[in-house]
């Protein structure tokens, strides 16, 4: 992560030095009305952590420049954070990076999930049908939180993102669950019509994703074709109850130099069956 961040209203942007490729994050999500005497050392501190949700590494300017902090302030929050095990950085690039303990609560959430262990045969069964990377995913406003995941063996492959948030309008297991909402729903969740770009092919109208998500409720599922990361490609289906509520998403993703018609047909298929008995096992059931 060898580049400069700016603040862009809502979201920022992480410019490559090295290639000019600019990646944008969203700020940290608030839910309900805020305390009446917030700690602002707190609150810079959760929003920090909350980065990791969408990067992987980071350094200690970006973090000044995303909370509008001097450096100084930004490196002893990260060394309080270090010294708790939240954060680690790395001994060779210097770089910050999730800690011991921030790692064991993602992973503790996941392994506590009761969709997740019901869908688990599931996940392994598509990815050794179609040999390409499989997750399982659950919408948390404007977000997708992938819940689990499998990856093919062969070398050129879509990472997992189990365990990570991504923005919901711009992959297909997001896209799968916003078009299971109402017009009015959607809109409560994307009350701008600005929406986050990730890449140039990023959705980035409020118009636009409604006209996508009512074309993915005409032909049965969700797409993603470079609008998360460039060359990768990925469609979903949404897991309902027997009573139609939804559950969560099944998405596969793979290069798109992989992902033909005929391609796009199979995985559809083997999805939304997968999703259907999955949908059914869990009816009637409490999913946590």
Do not use: W
């Not at 410019?15 to 490729?21: C, F, K, L, R, W």
């Not at 990260?78 to 910050?96: E, H, I, N, P």
């Not at 969740?189 to 980035?204: A, G, M, W």
């Amino acid at each position: 992560m060898n580049g400069a961040r700016k603040a862009l209203s809502d979201r920022f942007c992480i410019v490559e030095s090295d290639t000019g490729t600019v990646r944008n994050i969203p700020e940290a999500q608030t839910f309900g009305d805020g305390p009446k005497y917030p700690l602002e050392s707190v609150d810079n501190a959760l929003r920090l952590l909350a980065i990791f949700s969408h990067e992987e590494r980071i350094r200690v300017k970006d973090v000044a420049e995303l909370l509008g902090v001097s450096t100084g302030t930004a490196h002893r929050l990260l060394a309080m954070l270090v010294y708790r095990g939240y954060v680690a950085q790395d001994t060779v690039s210097k770089l910050y990076v999730p800690g011991v303990v921030l790692l064991s609560i993602g992973l503790r959430t996941v392994q506590h999930s009761g969709l997740r262990q019901a869908a688990a045969k599931y996940l392994d069964e598509l990815g050794a049908t179609l040999s390409e990377t499989i997750h399982l995913a659950t919408l948390q406003g404007a977000q997708v939180f992938y819940l689990d995941g499998r990856e093919p063996t062969q070398a050129l492959r879509v990472a997992s993102r189990a365990g990570t948030l991504r923005p919901a309008h711009c992959t297909s297991a997001g896209k799968a669950l916003l078009a299971e909402l109402t017009r009015e729903e959607v809109l409560e969740i994307y009350p701008d019509e600005h929406l986050l770009q990730v890449t140039d092919r990023s959705i980035r109208s409020r118009s636009q994703l409604l006209i996508d998500l009512g074309d993915t409720r005409r032909r049965g599922y969700a797409a993603n074709f470079g609008e998360l990361e460039d060359g990768i490609g990925s469609v979903a289906v949404a897991v309902r109850s027997k009573g139609g509520r939804p559950l969560a998403s099944l998405a596969v993703g793979a290069p798109m130099t992989r992902i033909s018609d005929d391609r796009i047909v199979e995985m559809v298929e083997a999805i939304g069956a997968a999703a259907k008995s999955l949908g059914e096992e869990l009816s009637g059931t409490t999913v946590r």
